[in-house]
Nanobody, 121 residues
């Protein structure tokens, strides 16, 4: 079974940065695309970014120009570097895996517990 542990969230001021980590287990990371999603209170889960097994990177509208996704297959971990954070980035951030990147969260079966990101002054 695919398992994920997200970490690195916290409280940060607007304009600040955070680096999220997604530690995967139960599968070989480099065989999968890894996606980051987020969910704010009262809102639907939305795609943030995804990195394919070929290292192709996708940035959805929420993250373009500000976030960078990367992977370390030796550590079975994917990272999300988030810069220039805004209050609207406040959400629980989740990672997941699939054979290819998909923006629709409903196609994914396995999720971690998420990590809370709060952007506030």
């Amino acid at each position: 079974q695919l398992q994920f542990v997200e970490s690195g969230g916290g409280l940060v001021q607007p304009g600040g940065s955070l680096r999220l980590s997604c530690a995967a287990s139960g599968f070989t990371l480099d065989d999968y695309a890894i996606g980051w999603f987020r969910q704010a209170p009262g809102k639907e889960r939305e795609g943030v970014s995804c990195i394919g097994s070929d290292d192709a990177r996708i940035y959805y509208a929420a993250s373009k120009g500000r976030f960078t996704i990367s992977r370390d297959n030796a550590k079975n971990t994917v990272y999300l570097q988030m810069n220039s954070l805004k209050p609207e980035d406040t959400a629980i951030y989740y990672c997941t895996a699939g054979r290819v990147c998909r923006s629709n969260y409903r196609v994914y079966d396995y999720w971690g517990q998420g990590t809370q990101v709060t952007v506030s002054s």
